[in-house]
């Protein structure tokens, strides 16, 4: 089992900057991908960045050049650094891993509990 604390998020200002933060506990031993995802009331849930176990990295066109993903494996954390907000970045942001298992030999998908982002304009 894997455990997706989240963090950050709250109300920001047009123009201003947020971080999200997601760690991670449990099982890890290894991590497929992982990313952070975003959702607004009747859509889809979106995803904003991911990046694979290898490193390679995407970004929802609508968020590249403002926001950047990265990790801290020491501490088994991700971050979301969200700068220039929008208010279309609006939306409950989850942060989500893929990760293996060695005991039950397949691999699953992973959530957090979700935080809300509300930009102002």
């Known amino acids: 089992q894997v455990q997706l604390m989240e963090s950050g998020g709250g109300l920001g200002q047009a123009g201003g900057s947020l971080r999200l933060s997601c760690a991670a506990s449990?099982?890890?031993?290894?991590?497929?991908?992982m990313g952070w995802y975003r959702q607004i009331p009747g859509k889809q849930r979106v995803l904003v960045a991911k990046?694979?176990?290898?490193?390679?990295?995407t970004y929802l066109d609508s968020v590249k050049g403002r926001f950047t993903m990265s990790r801290d494996n020491a501490k088994n954390t991700m971050y979301l650094q969200m700068n220039m907000l929008k208010p279309e970045d609006t939306a409950v942001y989850y942060c989500?891993?893929?990760?293996?298992?060695?005991?039950?030999?397949?691999?699953?998908?992973?959530w957090g509990q979700g935080t809300q982002v509300t930009v102002s304009s």
């Open positions: 449990g099982s890890l031993f290894r991590i497929n991908h």
């Open positions: 990046v694979t176990g290898a490193g390679s990295t």
């Open positions: 989500n891993v893929n990760v293996y298992s060695q005991v039950q030999m397949r691999s699953d998908d992973y």
